[in-house]
């Protein structure tokens, strides 16, 4: 018999991928972890049932959020990643010459299972890495710690979910104030040519900063295949790239990270990034 994993999304999209065997299953306090094989993308990582990477594409998705950001920044020593417990998000930040990677993610059981099934993801062993088993909510209203980059590595915000309070503008207000002066933020977001609506109401919740871009890049695991970022800064143009790889990448490249931004008319005028260039930067 064949099997099956139909990814679905809001009722009404659905994509598929034949599955080899199921590698693990276990629910912890706060969410269902599956581990699956696949034919054509290896091993697949759900969580609540929803695809949050695969073997295949996880660089296209971890180079895509943690490069724009990290190379727009001239000097990035400290970060903050918020969920990303399954390590691909601070494999990705500790190639740069960071000092010091805190990791907070809300649930221990994704850490633990991702390390058993993906050892290929984690750099867990580097010592300028530190990981918080915590609410990144509770973490950012009590800490004193100011970082250069913050990475939001999170579940979808789905209604009532997990993740629903990290996107909210009290939450990005608070991320605001433990950023340094060139200090740069990034989220990943919905699909935006599904949802367009959903990406700017998003998309608005950044208004706290003075700069704010939206870019996008392929992850096939996801639906539609097509996957946006916000990122939003105090000072630096996220478009400018301040530093170069000196290691290789699979998916980013300087071009890549120009291109990212370059958005289709339709969605460039929904989300007003015109208006927001021209009093920033002209
Ligand atoms: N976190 C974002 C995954 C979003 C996937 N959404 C979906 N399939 N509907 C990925 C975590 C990887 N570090």
Redesign the pocket.
Known sequence: MELWYI?D?INEYKMGLKVKETIFQGKTRFQEITILDTYLYGRVLLLDG????SEKDEFM??EMLVHVPMFSHPNPEKVLIIG?G?G??SREVLKHPVKEVTLVDIDEGVIEVCQRYFSQLGRWDDPRLTVLIEDACQYISSTSEVFDVIIM????PLPHGVAEPLFSPEFFEQAFHHLSPQGIMVS?MEPPFFDVDRVKKLWEGFNVFPIVKLYWGLVPT??GGIWSYVIASKSQDPRRQERVPDFPTRYYSPAIHQAAFVLPSFLEEMLENQKRDEENFS
């Open positions: 990814q999304y929803i695809a949050q990477l998705y971890h990303g399954d691909g998000a590595d999170s579940t979808d990943q996801y639906p």
